[in-house]
């Protein structure tokens, strides 16, 4: 059974119907032969994606990324490193790579990098006399770069897909993962950089000289974009902003900037264009989400995972062997899916493997998103091949070689952050023992400040009180503390004995009349009488 949903799954997916629906399809089929009703079994785990809390960022960073794509902030963003960076040999390729970075991690998608930075950024390079294959491989590769640094939407979904394919028991946060994400995704830029600056200086390709003029000029023009990244950082280091609050931040900056200070997004026009677009993208993460919680249910009711991990057990003994399988698998995934398909149907498959091979779930999702970046460029089908081909109108063999090059150099960092785990796992460490210190300097801060006040007791404090406030096993000498804590202390004034249900005192035998039959007086409620 599990084959035939397997080969029906790909034929659907083949003749191009959506992910969401192929999954859909699959485990309405599935259910059934589990004895579950599709309706009702099939989405009661709903709740369970409601209750996330990484979701709501989503929505606004991809608003807030294509606020970004639809004003000249692509322009000022080149102009402002092309006068900081272009006297450097290989500059402008250079600049490329760190542009196209930066945009990703705000529209958390290469096709849209490209078509926005791709027009501006390519007849530059050419204009400049760099190789015509160098210039359409190096826009096609940076399309990518950059899934893996703050705020790309591909972290928080991997990051929720994980914790809900482990059922919340090895939650991932998101923060941790761009922690771990930082220098690996440093090291992919860094290597494109350095052969950007092999290529400059092998063709001698003109550079600009630097004139201060000119990059104030270009700095103040762009102050806006580049003080985001400062912005995002001071918050974060603060400690009193979480994810949801500055993806709020950061939508309300890129509103008030791209909309008030630059008024480049018309109200009336393209602003509802915008929100369109983004909210399409957003809700069919939502959809594909939905659906994977359903599908999740029937992989654990079937025990796919366990039967796929029971097989690989046996073909493979050594977690070195299973990482080159997992890259190799993931880079064929990368080139035949886009990259938030790829996370919901391939996750819930990969995590038991990886708990199974002890590999840290930062690690995990470093390599994953990595692969899938490199995925996204590799023939025959890699989703960047066709978007460049159409964009910069160049036949696909042509796109193939191109990106050859880049392949290579991309494929030795993923080497390097696979059998380095340390690069991606060091800096979350890190910062969570700093984290940990500072609540244990906290709590050292409040300890100190109650023997501060315990040294005060004697002269402003009674003993009562200090035992009171500290939860003490100490005898109280107040019978009213006695009695309202329940102790055992004998009372010493009948009014609280009476009020806690003791016995009451003997009744005088002329109890004062009330005023009225009716009427009960004090007495009476003190006997409990009638």
């Given at each position: 059974?599990t ?11 083949l003749?191009?119907?959506p992910?969401f629906s192929?999954l859909?399809?699959?485990a ?15 989405f ?14 989503i ?7 294509y ?26 390729a ?5 542009t ?6 705000f529209?958390g998608a ?6 926005a ?23 096609t ?7 893996l640094?703050?705020p790309?939407?591909?972290?928080f ?11 919340g028991k090895s939650?991932l946060?998101?923060?941790?993962l ?5 220098f ?18 092998r063709?001698?390709?003109p550079?600009?000289?630097?004139e201060?003029?000119?990059a104030?000029a270009?700095?103040?023009e762009?102050w ?8 995002i ?6 400690g009193t ?14 509103f ?14 393209k602003?509802p ?6 909210m ?7 959809v ?24 690989m057990?046996s073909?493979i003994?050594?977690k ?6 997992v ?17 919901v149907?391939?996750v819930?498959?990969i ?11 930062v690690?995990?999702?470093v ?18 091949l066709?978007?460049?081909s ?6 696909m ?5 191109s990106v050859?090059p ?12 696979t ?8 800096l979350?460490e890190v910062?969570g ?12 801060a ?13 002269d402003?404090l009674?003993e009562?009180?200090?035992g009171?406030l ?13 009695d309202l ?12 004995d009476d ?12 109890k ?8 009960l007086d ?9």
């Open positions: 059974m084959l035939l949903l397997v080969i029906l799954l790909i034929t659907v997916a003749f191009g119907a992910l192929a859909f399809l699959g309405s089929i599935a259910y059934p032969t589990a004895g579950l009703t599709t309706a009702t079994d099939f009661q785990d709903v709740t369970t994606l409601m209750d996330q809390p990484y979701l709501l960022p929505p606004l960073f991809t608003f807030a990324g606020l970004m794509a639809r004003s000249q902030t692509p322009i000022r963003l080149v102009n402002a490193a092309e006068g900081l960076f272009g006297w450097i040999p290989g500059g402008i250079i600049v490329s790579v760190a196209c970075a930066f945009f990703t991690t529209t290469s096709g849209v990098t490209i078509i930075l791709g027009g501006i950024l390519y007849p530059i390079l050419l204009k400049k006399n760099y190789p015509k294959q160098f210039a359409l491989g190096l826009m590769s940076s399309g990518s770069i950059g899934l640094f703050f790309a939407l591909p972290v979904l991997f990051a929720t897909v994980y914790s809900l394919s482990t059922d939650a946060d998101p923060g941790e761009f922690l771990g994400g930082l690996p995704g440093l090291l992919m830029v860094g290597l494109l950089c350095v052969y950007s600056f092999y290529i400059g200086v063709f001698k390709i550079r600009v000289p630097f201060w003029s000119k104030s270009s700095l103040k762009a806006g974009e580049l003080l985001l990244p400062v912005l950082l001071v918050l974060l280091q603060s902003v979480g994810i949801n609050e500055l993806a709020s931040i950061t939508a309300a900056y890129i008030l900037l791209e909309v008030v200070i630059h008024r480049e997004i018309d109200l009336k026009v602003l264009e915008i929100i369109r677009e983004s399409i993208l957003v809700g069919a993460i939502v594909i989400l939905t659906v994977v919680v359903g599908f999740n249910n029937y992989l654990k009711d079937a025990e796919i995972p366990q039967a796929i991990l029971a097989t057990k073909l003994d050594s070195v062997v299973f990482l080159l399988v890259n190799i698998f993931l880079l064929i995934v990368g080139c035949m899916m886009d990259i938030f398909s790829a996370i149907a391939i819930p498959l995590v038991p493997l990886a708990i199974e091979f002890e590999i840290e779930p690690h995990l999702g390599i994953f998103l990595a692969n899938l970046e490199i995925g996204y460029l590799t023939p025959p089908v890699g989703m960047n066709f978007i460049s159409f964009q910069f109108k160049r036949p063999m042509a796109v193939y070689s050859l880049f392949i290579a150099i991309l494929a030795i960092a993923l080497g390097i952050i059998y380095v785990p340390a690069l991606s796992t060091w979350p910062m023992q700093k984290a940990a210190a500072v609540n244990l300097d906290d709590d050292s409040a300890e100190d400040a109650l023997k501060a006040l315990e040294e005060m007791g004697d402003d009674d009562d009180e200090w009171d500290e939860g003490g096993d100490e005898e109280d000498e107040s019978n009213e503390w006695g804590e329940g102790g055992d202390e004998e009372d010493e004034s009948d009014e609280w009020l806690e249900g003791g016995s009451a005192p003997d009744a005088p035998e002329d004062p009349k009330g005023n009225s039959d009716d009427e004090d007495w009476d409620l003190l006997e409990g009488g009638d």
